[in-house]
């Protein structure tokens, strides 16, 4: 089984109560639109397939649970910083502590999920998963538009 997180930026109000059920610290970033008042944005991880942010990790810090999920171990992570490069979702944080901070899922029942009364945020099983990641652009690509390769 395959499950996407999705965010609808349309119906988030910025309460903020995702970020305060995320047990992560920084692992969900609710930030307001410049040129839209009253809109914000949601930066949280998708957990793509295939994961760009684990395809670069060169310390194998990054990996994909049997949920799916991408998940970071610290203890390999050098806060190298190129997992924040690529990922197409700006959602790898660098905390103000200098560790990287990502999205776990919860173990696969994500809290910010079950909080978000607004919808914002849904957790589904889809077919297609693998179909929507097959356009987004290769971790080479992303490297590259960055200036980093």
Request: contains cysteine.
């Given at each position: 089984?395959?499950?996407?997180?999705?965010?609808?930026?349309?119906?988030?109000t910025g309460c903020m109560d995702c970020v305060e059920a995320c047990p992560i610290e920084d692992g969900i970033r609710v930030i307001?639109?410049?040129?839209?008042?009253?809109?914000?944005?949601?930066?949280?991880?998708?957990?793509?397939?295939?994961?760009?942010?684990?395809?670069?990790?060169?310390?194998?810090?990054?990996?994909?649970?049997?949920?799916?999920?991408?998940?970071?171990?610290?203890?390999?992570?050098?806060?190298?910083?190129?997992?924040?490069?690529?990922?197409?979702?700006?959602?790898?944080?660098?905390?103000?502590?200098?560790?990287?901070?990502?999205?776990?899922?919860?173990?696969?029942?994500?809290?910010?999920?079950?909080?978000?009364?607004?919808?914002?945020?849904?957790?589904?099983?889809?077919?297609?998963?693998?179909?929507?990641?097959?356009?987004?652009?290769?971790?080479?690509?992303?490297?590259?538009?960055?200036?980093?390769?």
């Amino acid at each position: 089984m395959e499950y996407l997180l999705h965010v609808l930026t349309e119906k988030c109000t910025g309460c903020m109560d995702c970020v305060e059920a995320c047990p992560i610290e920084d692992g969900i970033r609710v930030i307001p639109l410049p040129t839209l008042p009253e809109r914000w944005d949601i930066a949280i991880c998708r957990h793509c397939n295939p994961a760009p942010c684990v395809e670069v990790c060169e310390f194998g810090a990054l990996s994909v649970s049997e949920n799916g999920a991408v998940t970071l171990n610290q203890s390999l992570c050098t806060s190298c910083k190129a997992c924040t490069a690529v990922c197409p979702f700006g959602a790898v944080f660098l905390r103000p502590d200098g560790m990287m901070a990502k999205c776990d899922l919860c173990s696969g029942s994500p809290r910010c999920v079950a909080a978000c009364e607004e919808g914002a945020l849904v957790y589904e099983r889809v077919e297609r998963k693998r179909f929507l990641m097959r356009e987004k652009p290769s971790v080479v690509e992303l490297l590259e538009f960055k200036g980093l390769r």
